[in-house]
């Protein structure tokens, strides 16, 4: 499926052509309509429609993240109606409204023939006063203007006409040359190739014998970055580094049809016992948990703060200005309940916006428009800050969230991973959670803003285009802004009487001691609204299995014994699975358990949960040559992962299937 063209545009001007925006409410819409793209037929995203009448702009909407726009209270009468985007053709249509109402309209713009495979910045002087104000990331030159390529990664840049104020430093990323037309032209060539990516190293799971380690101890995980990343690189034409495979972040990036809790828990357990798809003589355990649902209509009041990295390094069309158009997308869906506060850093940090209500979009959107990219990166000041902030707004009955978008590159004041995270977590006790939200390649850093979400008691999502903002900030919404159980943890004792040994995939950097899962003062993950999480054991119930034999063998214990108590051989239960959960008001854990019985399903007969999650497993076996891949190939993930699409209702696991082919293919 093709993505909404990655074109951006940070002129201010565009924006301030219209004067006011209309926002969903209950009182009915006059005129309507759904702005799609010609030939691919997908939405087009914060598009600005224009209801014009003699000559004049009456009200202005932007198309949400399905490309619905809605006008109200429009009296009976002939109006003309303009629909604007960058990189598309302008689109103008006379509509006529007649008894209150007008007809449903479906509009298809067409992508622009313009060339735009370069970035061009035009621009005038610059004054002292509006340099330092970009130094601060608040305020933009109004007149500057970028275009970029839709399939750029950095791309290519030049300046016209840039003509050099006398008070104003020399940009040194910028050759000055002269070519005898135009005194202190400057052109910034293609940089050079560099990669300062940073990720964790990962040591991957061992198969445990019961007898030596009968309870495994991990957090749940919902953080979904890993498989962004893994998109990202696959949709280049490159391999993902081994250490961005984050197995449980791929699995989890998926939902499951898993039931919702019928108990009054916030969350519902499921397990399955099935076939090994990658070793058939093993089986798979499949544990599935499925937070409860909320409709966005009775989601309780949010007070947000937006912290935005705004340095130099985020001067890239993949990454502020991508930034802007994921919250432009939440702004839309947020109700007027729901206010905005908005935080900037560079090289040092600012407050671009109080705390707004969400009557108020359009002036949360022009303040979101006019941020700019420059200067160094001071993030722990802009943590603070954005912290600070939410606490003087602080809702106690609603969701208090600071939401972090960057790519990590911390390089001024507080920057290294334990300053960072022990920061985070004197925050968090305060009752206000932080989501991260990455952008861009080259600098990222993710090892950083994994620490960072898993500390905030907040999710980690990596945004690489815009169905992907759709997908955590519309779609999933709920999941990403409302916690329903906090510091959950997972804990499975295995009966040594019929399993030999196990290995839980993933999940390596969320181990736990045996002990922290009754220590209630342990943080562990959180489960948002409607989130569902995933994990799958490896299991080997014959001694006589290759994978048994190359356990390393330990020495008889002198003073105690490891015989099995004699209920382990009497029962039907192969292992017993442990939760414990805390209210998200809440300090004291509650604890749910379930025994599984020893039966296995063969793998035809699993369910399309089963085989999805272990084709999406294997797949990061296979792009990390684990040793635990067994027989699998891509082509065999491919037929296990096509045969479980299920209803696939936003297209996820078809996007999936496409990538296999894409790795496969390098």
């Known amino acids: 499926m093709r993505t909404q063209p990655k074109i951006f545009v940070s002129v201010l001007s565009i924006f301030l052509l219209f004067s006011a925006f209309a926002f969903r409410t209950a009182i009915p819409c006059t005129v309507s309509?759904?702005?799609?793209?010609?030939?691919?037929?997908?939405?087009?995203?914060?598009?600005?429609?224009?209801?014009?009448?003699?000559?004049?702009?009456?009200?202005?909407?932007?198309?949400?993240?399905?490309?619905?726009?809605?006008?109200?209270?429009?009296?009976?009468?002939?109006?003309?109606?303009?629909?604007?985007?960058?990189?598309?053709?302008?689109?103008?249509?006379?509509?006529?409204?007649?008894?209150?109402?007008?007809?449903?309209?479906?509009?298809?713009?067409?992508?622009?023939?313009?060339?735009?495979?370069?970035?061009?910045?035009?621009?005038?002087?610059?004054?002292?006063?509006?340099?330092?104000?970009?130094?601060?990331?608040?305020?933009?030159?109004?007149?500057?203007?970028?275009?970029?390529?839709?399939?750029?990664?950095?791309?290519?840049?030049?300046?016209?006409?840039?003509?050099?104020?006398?008070?104003?430093?020399?940009d040194p990323t910028l050759d000055w040359i002269d070519d005898g037309n135009t005194k202190d032209k400057k052109v910034k060539t293609e940089p050079e190739e560099f990669n300062t990516e940073d990720y964790d190293r990962i040591v991957e799971n061992e198969f445990q014998k019961p007898t030596d380690r009968a309870l495994s101890t991990f957090s749940i995980d919902v953080d979904v970055a890993s498989y962004g990343i893994l998109r990202k690189k696959l949709d280049a034409g490159q391999t993902p580094p081994k250490e961005s495979i984050r197995l449980e972040e791929m699995i989890n990036y998926f939902t499951y049809d898993y039931p919702e809790p019928t108990d009054g828990k916030p969350f519902s357990v499921n397990t399955e016992m099935g076939e090994c798809p990658w070793n058939q003589s093993h089986r798979l355990l499949h544990v599935g948990i499925q937070g409860k649902h909320m409709e966005k209509k009775n989601l309780p009041p949010s007070n947000l703060v937006f912290l935005i990295d705004v340095s130099g390094s985020m001067d890239m069309p993949d990454k502020l200005p991508l930034v802007k158009q994921?919250?432009?997308?939440?702004?839309?869906?947020?109700?007027?309940?729901?206010?905005?506060?908005?935080?900037?850093?560079?090289?040092?940090?600012?407050?671009?916006?109080?705390s707004t209500p969400c009557s108020q979009k359009e002036k949360i959107i022009e303040a979101l428009d006019r941020l700019e990219a420059g200067g160094s990166t001071a993030g722990a000041a802009?943590?603070?800050?954005?912290?600070?902030?939410?606490?003087?707004?602080?809702?106690?009955?609603?969701?208090?969230?600071?939401?972090?978008?960057?790519?990590?590159?911390?390089?001024?004041?507080?920057?290294?991973?334990?300053?960072?995270?022990?920061?985070?977590?004197?925050?968090?006790?305060?009752?206000?959670?932080?989501?991260?939200?990455?952008?861009?390649?080259?600098?990222?850093?993710?090892?950083?803003?994994?620490?960072?979400?898993?500390?905030?008691?907040?999710?980690?999502?990596?945004?690489?285009?815009?169905?992907?903002?759709?997908?955590?900030?519309?779609?999933?919404?709920?999941?990403?802004?409302?916690t329903i159980a906090k510091d959950v943890k997972i804990q499975v004792e295995f009966n040594p009487a019929k399993v030999k040994a196990y290995r839980l995939?993933?999940?390596?950097?969320?181990?736990?001691?045996?002990?922290?899962?009754?220590?209630?003062?342990?943080?562990?993950?959180?489960?948002?609204?409607?989130?569902?999480?995933?994990?799958?054991?490896?299991?080997?119930?014959?001694?006589?299995?290759?994978?048994?034999?190359?356990?390393?063998?330990?020495?008889?214990?002198?003073?105690?014994?490891?015989?099995?108590?004699?209920?382990?051989?009497?029962?039907?239960?192969?292992?017993?699975?442990?939760?414990?959960?805390?209210?998200?008001?809440?300090?004291?854990?509650?604890?749910?358990?379930?025994?599984?019985?020893?039966?296995?399903?063969?793998?035809?007969?699993?369910?399309?949960?089963?085989?999805?999650?272990?084709?999406?497993?294997?797949?990061?076996m296979l792009l990390r040559d684990s040793k635990f891949k067994g027989n699998f190939t891509f082509e065999k993930v491919r037929?296990?992962?096509?045969?479980?699409?299920g209803k696939d209702k936003e297209g996820y696991r078809t996007e999936f299937v496409s990538l296999i082919q894409k790795a496969k293919t390098l």
């Open 326 to 354: 994921s919250l432009r997308m939440l702004v839309n869906e947020l109700s007027a309940q729901d206010k905005i506060a908005m935080v900037v850093y560079a090289g040092s940090s600012g407050l671009v916006l109080p």
């Open 33 to 170: 309509g759904t702005v799609i793209e010609k030939g691919t037929k997908d939405p087009v995203i914060s598009a600005a429609v224009i209801l014009n009448q003699n000559g004049k702009p009456l009200q202005t909407a932007l198309t949400d993240a399905d490309g619905k726009f809605c006008f109200q209270n429009v009296a009976d009468g002939s109006y003309r109606l303009d629909v604007k985007y960058v990189g598309f053709n302008s689109y103008t249509s006379n509509i006529l409204v007649k008894d209150g109402k007008s007809n449903a309209l479906k509009i298809e713009m067409a992508a622009s023939e313009q060339k735009v495979d370069e970035v061009v910045i035009t621009t005038s002087k610059v004054t002292q006063a509006e340099e330092q104000s970009i130094s601060y990331g608040a305020i933009a030159p109004m007149n500057l203007s970028f275009t970029a390529s839709r399939n750029a990664g950095y791309g290519k840049l030049r300046n016209k006409n840039y003509e050099r104020s006398a008070d104003v430093a020399p």
């Open 505 to 620: 995939i993933g999940y390596e950097n969320r181990a736990l001691a045996d002990k922290d899962f009754n220590d209630d003062k342990k943080d562990a993950g959180e489960i948002g609204a409607g989130v569902s999480v995933t994990a799958l054991y490896e299991i080997v119930t014959d001694e006589n299995d290759a994978s048994f034999k190359k356990i390393p063998k330990t020495d008889a214990l002198k003073y105690q014994s490891k015989e099995n108590k004699p209920v382990a051989a009497k029962t039907d239960e192969m292992l017993t699975v442990k939760i414990r959960y805390k209210e998200p008001k809440e300090n004291t854990s509650k604890l749910i358990e379930y025994a599984v019985k020893d039966e296995t399903i063969p793998l035809t007969k699993t369910s399309d949960n089963f085989r999805f999650a272990s084709s999406v497993a294997s797949f990061g």
């Open 639 to 645: 037929t296990l992962a096509e045969g479980a699409k």
């Open 382 to 482: 802009g943590i603070n800050l954005a912290y600070k902030t939410a606490k003087e707004n602080l809702l106690e009955n609603g969701n208090n969230r600071v939401i972090l978008c960057t790519d990590g590159d911390f390089n001024v004041g507080v920057s290294n991973d334990a300053e960072l995270t022990s920061l985070i977590e004197k925050k968090r006790e305060e009752g206000i959670f932080l989501s991260v939200l990455g952008f861009g390649m080259g600098n990222y850093k993710d090892s950083k803003m994994e620490k960072l979400a898993d500390k905030g008691n907040g999710n980690y999502a990596y945004i690489d285009n815009a169905n992907e903002a759709k997908k955590n900030l519309v779609t999933q919404m709920g999941g990403t802004l409302l």
